[in-house]
């Protein structure tokens, strides 16, 4: 039974006792006996909802604990990734193998090209975003596509680097 039913239990054994128009008690009533009653059990009702809600605080605290350790882990495997990733490629470029496999592993480069931002105030006005977060922010993208179309020319401020990307498979 839930605290409103309890209330409205209450509510009727009072009605059901007295006199709705004197408010006096009716012969042989045992009112009193009956609110006792009504009171054990409304407060065992509120006590249980509050220990209740202060076992699900404790389960939440040792959730977010378990996520921190979770994410601390998963940090740490990101850096060791980066790492060894980092460790294998530069390994790989220097003795030119481009590409090594097992029959449990590929390990391949994909070429790709990013634009590097040299000297942000060198770059062309139509090549910068004027209402983003960062106002004045360079539209590398922009940049990417333009260089795409017009091969063998220049933007100031900024240059197209390639990269050798290290796939895993």
């Known amino acids: 039974m839930n605290l409103y039913e ?12 007295c006199d709705l128009e004197t408010g006096e008690l009716l012969e042989g009533s045992d009112l009193e006996n009956a609110i006792n009653g ?6 065992q009702k ?30 740490s495997k990101e850096n060791k990734l980066k790492s060894l990733s980092s460790y294998l490629k530069g390994f790989l470029l220097l003795h030119k193998i ?21 000297d942000k105030n060198k770059v062309p006005k139509e090549f910068v975003k004027p209402d983003t977060v960062v106002a004045g922010d360079v539209d590398k993208t922009a940049i990417k596509a333009w260089l795409k179309e017009h091969k063998g020319e220049t933007v100031a401020g900024v240059e197209l680097v390639e990269n050798q990307n290290l796939n895993i498979v």
Do not use: H, W, Y
């Not at 509120?46 to 220990?51: A, D, F, Q, R, T």
């Open 38 to 43: 009504f009171e054990m059990e409304l407060n």
């Open 46 to 75: 509120i006590e249980n909802i509050g220990l209740f809600c202060k076992s699900l605080n404790a389960d939440v605290d040792a959730l977010d604990k378990e996520i921190k350790t979770l994410q601390a882990r998963k940090k």
């Open 6 to 17: 309890i209330n409205q239990r209450l509510i009727e054994t009072i009605e059901s006792q």
């Open 98 to 118: 481009p590409k090594f496999e097992t029959p449990r592993l590929v390990l391949k480069f994909r070429k790709s090209t990013k634009v590097e931002v040299l």
